[in-house]
């Protein structure tokens, strides 16, 4: 590829890029910072910049950036073949070794997957067969989905109506306010009204509660399925109470309504498990839905886990030749899933669930040792996914006023030393790569650490910090 300079790259960017997520308000003077090499668990930028990737691209890079076998596998896909129909009854090989391999690494009898090519499209495909599988089995009053607040579910017109995220959806239509309802985040830090003193358990009690009397309602047989991530992701890395997932689905079967798991996120390695539902949770979804780590990133895929009594049901032919009539052109592209079965190779091989599970107490005790700091109000998370919240005043709580960027003002004392941070909202979220070290997780936390510090100064010297917000 031809080498272009970095102002030009800056302006190819700016000038014809449309990027997810885009701030408006400074895009146009500042443009994007421009990533051109990536190893290990670095990149660097356009200018030469070196940074550690403390958010793994987007939750997803777990063995880490630049892996040459994996460019030899995907090499070695694309020449053998490239490209096949999926339609019907024809396949390729990675995507029937790879189906077979994920109904080993899932729980229960989640043995039939459903391809898309992310996480978005995959949680589309998880509620359109859900009212597939519901008109089939005679119940076709049952279409009601229950999501939750702070839930990300993805940017489809119907996974982002899923998502409880309401700030993502300014100016944007609405669609399906009939049949999609939210419910509380499980967030132990900012509970909802009524729940502010309940102790953990309580206030797990308080959560299944009000989801029950939400399918009350509702009308429990209209009610088609709950869906939630094990730890709510960009709605701020909220982890429930203990118990909540189990109780949670508990009433799901108690009113036959599906679970369906969000596991975008936390599979494949990020909390120490191929995925968290039932090894660190205690429930098998009816429904779990993965893609950023099945592949690391290096190639898109998404899919969707259905269980055999599902299936059971879709299966059937719904009339006289009917087909199933959804896909998409690359439904288990042969090169996407020769890279994903490569992935999970490197991922045994390594040990990096076992890696995660062991270095992922020391992460989080130095995420939670920047506590002491005078705006960082509460550090949450689990292994290798940490949110820390910014607060104006840690006593009552009190979020800064949204002029003041406050995630954004750390978000770049980061980068200007060395490390890549998300900047969500009120917080900062870490995501790092599978094969970060103890040293590099030092590295990451003594970085964050000296940014907040500067963030800090920057506060006092604008008189945005107010006095009763300095530790005792």
């Known amino acids: 590829m031809k080498k272009i300079d970095a102002t030009t790259l800056w302006r190819m960017d700016r000038d014809h890029f449309i990027h997810p997520y ?19 668990v670095y ?27 994996m460019a030899e596998c995907i090499a070695r896909q694309v020449l053998r073949m490239q490209y096949y129909n999926p339609f019907g009854h024809s396949s390729n090989e990675p995507a029937a070794m790879l189906s077979a391999k994920l109904a080993e690494l899932a729980p229960g009898n989640l043995n039939r997957v459903f391809y898309t090519t992310g996480g978005s499209t995959a949680n589309d495909a998880a509620i359109r067969l859900t009212h597939y599988y519901n008109n089939l089995r005679g119940k076709p009053q049952k279409k009601k989905v229950i999501s939750r607040l702070r839930a990300y579910h993805g940017s ?12 993502t959806k300014r100016g944007f239509d ?14 132990m830090y900012r509970r909802p009204k009524g729940a502010e003193r309940l102790n953990e358990t309580e206030y797990r009690d308080f959560l299944v509660a009000e989801l029950e009397n939400r399918i009350m309602q509702l009308g429990a047989d209209n009610v088609a399925a709950f869906i939630a991530e094990p730890i709510i992701g960009a709605g701020g890395v909220l982890v429930a109470p203990e118990g909540y997932h189990r109780k949670a689905w508990e009433v799901c079967r108690e009113h036959d309504i599906l679970y369906i798991a969000d596991e975008v996120v936390t599979g494949f390695g ?7 539902s039932e090894s660190a949770y205690g429930y098998v979804p009816d429904i779990l839905v993965g893609a950023k780590g099945v592949t690391s990133g290096y190639l898109p895929l998404g899919f969707a886990l259905f269980s055999e009594e599902i299936y059971r049901v879709i299966s059937q032919p719904q009339c006289e030749g009917g ?5 998409f052109t690359y439904s288990g592209h042969p090169v996407a899933c020769a890279a994903a079965l490569k992935n999970i190779e490197i991922m045994e091989r390594e040990r990096l669930c076992e890696n995660v599970r062991e270095l992922g107490p020391h992460l989080c005790s130095l ?14 998370g689990s292994h290798f996914m ?14 800064f006023a949204a002029k003041t960027r406050i995630a954004e003002r750390v978000f770049r004392h980061c980068r200007d030393r060395g490390l890549i941070v998300r900047p969500v909202g009120q917080q900062v979220v870490l995501s790092p790569p599978l094969i970060l070290d103890r040293s590099q997780a030092d590295e990451l936390f003594a970085i964050l650490r000296t940014a907040i510090e500067a963030t800090c100064r920057d506060l006092k010297r604008e008189g945005l910090i107010a006095s009763a917000n300095r530790q005792e």
């Not at 885009?22 to 290990?40: K, L, N, P, R």
């Not at 995420?367 to 949450?380: E, H, N, W």
Request: charged share 20%; hydrophobic share 40%.
């Open 367 to 380: 995420a939670q040792s920047l506590g002491d700091l005078p705006i960082v109000g509460d550090v949450r």
């Open 156 to 167: 489809t017109y119907v996974t982002a109506n899923l998502t409880g995220i309401h700030d």
């Open 174 to 187: 609405r669609i399906a306010d009939d049949w999609i309802h939210h419910v509380s985040a499980p967030d």
């Open 323 to 327: 087909l199933l009539s959804m896909g």
């Open 386 to 399: 940490v949110g820390v919240e910014f607060v104006e005043n840690k006593a009552s709580q009190r979020s």
């Open 270 to 276: 990020r909390l120490g498990h191929w995925f968290a």
């Open 22 to 40: 885009t701030d408006f308000t400074s895009f146009g003077e500042e443009g994007s910072q421009i990533i051109t090499e990536a190893d290990g």
């Open 43 to 69: 990149v660097v930028d356009s200018h030469g910049n070196r940074f550690l990737d403390g958010i793994a691209g987007l939750w997803c890079v777990n063995i880490g950036h630049g892996r040459r076998e």
